[in-house]
Every structure is written in structure tokens, then in C-alpha cells.
């Protein structure tokens, strides 16, 4: 039942903006102790509640917060959102706007269709609980100090507003405003050394949208390999481009820039693909092949 009380506290403040611990105490009532118990309990799990002193005070819920899911199971939600629209009575009667704001507290940037785990190869046992650390600050607009790998490795100190994380083909980033600075940067996750929540919220912006950069030269690309490789080479490029040759072998063409990213993928595949053309990347692919082996000699 408290539980039930708790998230009624918090649709009721959506509601009303504020109130005072008296008249919190008569709608579900209860004596005044306990809604400052259960305004300690809501702060606990992460939920800004806060009490404003002097005339005109109250408590106050802090304006733009989202509910993180870790106060109730994805099953209670749902019964308690059903409640409140067949018994809206029961849970202080919220308008129509406001259920509509109940609903929007359940819909994280995840959604519950994206599944993100962080934890395989190549990622740090802490990335995933970091991962959440940094989605919890982009939905509750609370700031953040990192330490990041800036261009050769340097250290950067910076103090961000996390906006918005985007998953690319290059990986996770974060979007974010550097108040130090004053600029808007996207930041690599994978490139963030040390990751300090802040105590202090900011009010929500937008991320400047960016000039859409000039497509890239690109060069045709026509690759090889058994059809014993096609799951691995499906994984790196695009299946719809592949077909199958009459000696069996396996052939995609696609027009691609000629880049680091392109070599370290075909280098990442191992001597079963072949570059048939262009020749100038079956040279360079060589190349780079006569370093690794030379270094590790």
C-alpha cells in the first residue's frame, strides 16, 4: 500500500506543482510525519522532492524530472497506470494532461523494445553500471565532471549538461553542453576515463542541430571470400550487396570511402577475405598487414 501512497505523491505534486505537508496529509490521510517520511523515502530512491521555505512555500517536485524505473517493476507500472485511468478517483483524480505527463515518466530513451547490454568483450566491467549512471543524468537533467580522452590521449577535465546519447556504427555518445567551455561537443563513451554525478540540475536544452557534412569520396570495393566467412562478413557489411560467384565464392561491391575504419575491418577479418579491387587498398591492406607482423616479430 505505501508504495501505492508513494506514487500517488508524485502524481499529485505533477499536478498541483506544490503543496504543503498539511494538505498532502489530509488527501491520503495520513499524519504529517509520515508524508515527510515519504518525501525522505522518494528522495532516497532518486526522485527530486524538495521543500521550499516561507510564505508561499511548500513541497515541490523539481520541474522536467522523469522517474527512473528502479522505484517500481515494469509489471506495477503498468498496474498502477491502469488503475489510475479505470479509478482516477482513488488516485486523486489527475486530468487527462496529467495522465498523459504519468505516461511520459515511463518512456526512457531505452524504450522497452532496446535491450542495451554493455557488458561483452571489449567493455570494462563498470561500462554497463556507467552506461545507466549516464542515461539516469540525461533523463533527470542532472550534471555531470568527467575526465576524457581528448585528441592524443590528453586528459580533459569538463563539466557537462548531458543532453542526449545517440548509438551510432561507431559506438555510443553522449551529447552534451561543456559549461566551462560554452560549447556543444559529442563525446565518444567509450573515451570517458572517470564519470562524478553532479548535485546540481539544469534546466532541459536542445542540441544544436548541425550542418549535414559533404558525403564523403567514396570507391568501388569488391571483396571475396568462402562461404564459410559470410556470417563474419555479414557482421562488418551489408548482406543485401552479396552474392554468390559460379566458383562458389562469395562477392560483395559496395562504394565506400577508402578509409582507417575500411582497413581495420578488412584487417579484423583475417587473410580469407581478398581485395580484388581497387588495387590501391589491396596495397595498402598489405601494408599495414607487413607492419603488424614486423612488430609483433
Known sequence: MRKGRLFQVVCYLLERGQSTAAQMAGEF??????????????????????????????ICLMKGFVMDRALLSKEERGDILNAIKERGEEFAGPTPAVLSEIAELFQLPAGEGLEVDLSGEGYAAKAGERFRLIQRAVIQHHCADITY??????????????????????GW??????????????????????W???????????FPEERPAPPPETTRVILRFPREMADRVY?????????????????????????DRLIGRLLSLGPGVKVAAPASLREEL????REIYEAHK
Open 149 to 170: 580522452a581528448g585528441p592524443g590521449g590528453e586528459p580533459e577535465k569538463l563539466d557537462l549538461m548531458p543532453l542526449k546519447l545517440c548509438c551510432r556504427a561507431g
Open 235 to 259: 557482421e562488418v557489411f551489408d548482406g543485401t550487396l552479396i552474392s554468390q560467384r559460379k566458383d562458389g565464392l562469395l562477392e560483395l561491391r559496395q562504394d565506400v570511402p577508402v578509409e
Open 173 to 194: 555518445y553522449l551529447k552534451a553542453y561543456c559549461t566551462g567551455a560554452g560549447e556543444y561537443r559529442e563525446l565518444s563513451l567509450s573515451r570517458i576515463i572517470k
Open 196 to 206: 562524478k554525478p553532479g548535485v546540481d540540475a539544469f534546466e532541459p536544452r536542445s
Open 286 to 289: 598489405a601494408r599495414r598487414a
Open 29 to 58: 490521510g495520513v499524519s504529517v510525519r509520515t508524508v515527510y517520511r515519504d518525501v525522505e523515502t522518494l528522495n532516497a530512491a532518486g526522485i527530486p522532492i524538495y521543500a521550499e521555505t516561507g510564505r508561499g512555500g511548500g
